[in-house]
């Protein structure tokens, strides 16, 4: 599916002069699990988010509070953390001003998003509330915006959508309300909706985080190409380290996910030239070294990506490097921390049940993964959903319902194409004794991406491998254009 690529042109030089306008550790090497789940959990005070951009303050704002509208995720840890600092003075001096209570809780979600410090979360709900309570919600939509950005961080996806089309009402140019919007609808699974939305985002608030957001929409239609456009005219039009950082990444991660990871590498090696402290990239690199097999380089990465910033997806990561090399004690650590994250999470509101059936179905309960992913399925049915309820299914041998959610995951709509996703349904169909359409997959999963996951990868050969031969006959259910 193609789509139209955002007018870059005609709108840099305004984006720029909008964006000039606003902006202003090494733990042990063997660093038990105890030691890291306190800097997961963010239980000392010293805890602070990488943002999804770093940047560098303006030395003539480095004393004043976050502008009213401050893309938030695009600070730095440093500059998140003063920026906070700054906000809590300014509001002990001014406690009701509404529009800092709004940006000082839109600061704290990102704090918990990035950090893995869900604590953060209710303090944020409170910041909002106080500011709502200073300047009703006809008037606020700086609160509305923020609550539709927590309820999305929470996964309460719902909610989210309902935040951000009343903030809109409000003020329709806010660009953390448009890309609230776009996020809902995406992790509720409305793809169609979610073009439109970022299409009218991209009008009404062009620049970085909504051209991010346009190529993963398109990733998702399976553009791919269309997105790698987008990104490149976006890294063109950044103007910053920063911005050149989480371009940068993008791409490498884009890369990565379609098997060239030599091409990531070079990205990944732009963003950490732009911002050598940017986790996203680092973690990134690690992958990248992973599906290249240099798999000293690639735990090396992961290690230092946990060390700093130890969220549930980087550490099933490095626990899949280290039980492909192996050390099964060092990878169950990882598992059992993913899982005290999960509790405290949802102990903050924050729904977990996609991230727990996946590691259950594979390291834990399968029944449990299971309930979990009937859970999610119910709240949101988006193919990442679909995967992972195929996969517990698998897991507790329903294999013939499992290949109906596999399927759905991997349908020619929206043409969304995932290495893991063909590995799973590969394995039911396998599973189901279906080798044909088994071999088709488990081949489409390592063409597509030869490194997708270390020992996801070897399972997927060995089980090729095993298979009989495409001379031998069966049967095979036809396949979506999308397997093709």
């Keep these: 599916m193609l789509v139209p690529i955002p007018r870059f042109a005609r709108r840099r030089e305004r984006v720029h002069d909008r964006w000039r306008e606003r902006r202003q550790d090494r733990a042990p090497g063997r660093w038990r699990i105890a030691v890291v789940a306190a800097s997961a959990l963010g239980l000392t005070a010293a805890s602070v988010a990488f943002g999804a951009v770093g940047d560098t303050p303006r030395p003539d704002r480095a004393a004043s509070p976050l502008a009213p509208d401050v893309p938030v995720e695009r600070l730095a840890a440093r500059d998140l953390a003063r920026g906070i600092d700054t906000l809590h003075r300014h509001l002990k001096a001014r406690p009701g001003d509404a529009t800092a209570w709004a940006t000082l809780g839109a600061a704290y979600v990102e704090q918990a998003r990035t950090s893995g410090d869900p604590t953060r979360y209710p303090q944020a709900d409170r910041a909002f509330a106080r500011s709502l309570k200073l300047r009703p919600a006809d008037g606020n939509d700086a609160a509305l915006a923020g609550q539709a950005a927590l309820a999305a961080a929470r996964h309460d996806f719902g909610s989210a959508l309902r935040q951000a089309d009343r903030a809109l009402r409000v003020n329709p140019y806010s660009e953390r309300a448009l890309c609230s919007r776009v996020d809902a609808l995406v992790e509720l699974g409305r793809y169609d909706e979610a073009l439109r939305a970022v299409e009218l985002a991209d009008q009404r608030r062009p620049g970085i985080p909504v051209f991010t957001r346009y190529a993963y929409v398109l990733e998702l239609h399976g553009d791919v190409r269309g997105a790698r456009r987008l990104l490149l005219r976006a890294l063109d039009s950044a103007f910053s380290p920063a911005d050149t950082a989480y371009v940068a990444t993008a791409l490498g991660q884009l890369a990565w996910s379609r098997g060239d990871s030599r091409q990531a590498l070079t990205h990944f090696a732009t963003a950490l030239r732009a911002d050598p402290g940017y986790v996203p990239a680092l973690e990134g690199r690690g992958h990248a070294h992973a599906a290249l097999g240099e798999t000293r380089r690639a735990v090396s990465d992961l290690e230092a990506a946990v060390r700093r910033y130890p969220l549930p997806g980087r550490l099933a990561a490095l626990a899949g490097l280290y039980e492909a090399d192996g050390r099964r004690g060092r990878a169950e650590e990882q598992y059992a921390l993913i899982r005290t994250w999960n509790r405290l999470a949802r102990a903050n509101g924050v729904a977990t049940d ?32 679909a995967d992972a309820l195929a996969w517990a299914l698998h897991a507790n041998g329903k294999d013939r319902e499992a290949l109906t959610y596999a399927q759905k995951a991997t349908a020619e709509s929206p043409g969304y194409r995932n290495a893991s996703f063909l590995f799973h349904r590969g394995m039911i169909e396998r599973a189901l004794g279906d080798d044909r359409a088994a071999r088709r997959d488990l081949r489409a999963a390592l063409a597509l991406n030869p490194g997708f996951s270390l020992p996801d990868a070897r399972k997927a050969a060995s089980a090729l491998s095993s298979l009989t031969s495409p001379s031998s006959p069966t049967s095979s259910p036809s396949s979506p254009k999308g397997d093709s």
Excluded: M
């Design 354 to 385: 996609l991230e727990s059936a996946l590691v259950e179905a594979d390291h834990g309960d399968p029944a449990q993964a299971l309930k979990s992913a009937r859970a999610e399925w119910a709240r949101r049915r988006t193919v990442h959903t």
